[in-house]
């Protein structure tokens, strides 16, 4: 996704949790446009509150590619003046949100995109990680870790497991759902198959490479 239109997402988050209830019509259409899958749909419906699924769905979104935010506004037809406030601010630049002290305020600073260059060693690239890597890297993901791991191949129902098995430590789903991939994948699950997953969840390789280097 564009950067521009991340951040823009990003400065409407809580703005758009409150409005939009998303698995009447929006998460459909955009599983029919192949913006999400069927296990980024199951991810969404888990959610206990439309205020919950609206916030996965703009968790996932970023990672989705660069027609994501295209179909999502396209999606949003049942919301026009959401749509309309999207597109202006789009052009002019977000402004605050509806009602006072309710905005995003500005906006932080652009992050790192996936784009930068990966500068591990093809060696490295190709082996597979070990348990300590593997828990290190668990350590280093955010809110992201769970559109790594369904890029990886893990479903819904793996996630849900991971967490309920390590319901008091994020640290510990995470390396769970690392660990099952390394060992459903054997000697496929290489560094050089993380990296392609952690860019595609807009996670900068700096973070692995601080990892294994």
């Given at each position: 996704?564009?950067?521009?239109?991340?951040?823009?997402?990003?400065?409407?988050?809580?703005?758009?949790?409150?409005?939009?209830?998303?698995?009447?019509?929006?998460?459909?259409?955009?599983?029919?446009?192949?913006?999400?899958?069927?296990?980024?749909?199951?991810?969404?419906?888990?959610?206990?509150?439309?205020?919950?699924?609206?916030?996965?769905?703009?968790?996932?979104?970023?990672?989705?590619?660069?027609?994501?935010?295209?179909?999502?506004?396209?999606?949003?037809?049942?919301?026009?003046?959401?749509?309309?406030?999207?597109?202006?601010?789009?052009?002019?630049?977000?402004?605050?949100?509806?009602?006072?002290?309710?905005?995003?305020?500005?906006?932080?600073?652009?992050?790192?995109?996936?784009?930068?260059v990966c500068r591990l060693p093809d060696s490295v690239l190709q082996k597979v990680p070990s348990d300590r890597e593997l828990s290190r890297l668990a350590s280093r993901l955010g809110s992201e870790w769970e559109s790594v791991l369904l890029d990886l191949g893990l479903s819904s129902e793996d996630l849900y497991r991971c967490r309920s098995d390590h319901s008091l430590s994020t640290h510990g789903a995470v390396l769970a759902g690392l660990v099952q991939w390394r060992r459903s994948e054997g000697k496929k699950a290489t560094v050089q198959r993380l990296v392609q997953s952690l860019m595609a969840a807009e996670v900068h390789p700096s973070v692995l490479e601080e990892v294994l280097m």
């Open positions: 996704m564009d950067p521009v239109h991340k951040d823009l997402l990003r400065a409407h988050r809580l703005e758009l949790s409150g409005q939009l209830l998303v698995t009447d019509t929006i998460v459909p259409l955009l599983f029919q446009e192949d913006v999400l899958t069927e296990a980024h749909v199951q991810l969404i419906e888990a959610q206990l509150t439309d205020r919950k699924r609206t916030l996965k769905l703009l968790d996932l979104l970023p990672a989705r590619g660069p027609r994501a935010f295209h179909a999502f506004i396209r999606a949003l037809d049942e919301y026009s003046w959401v749509r309309d406030r999207l597109l202006l601010d789009l052009q002019t630049g977000p402004g605050p949100g509806p009602g006072p002290g309710t905005g995003p305020g500005p906006g932080p600073e652009p992050e790192p995109g996936p784009s930068g």
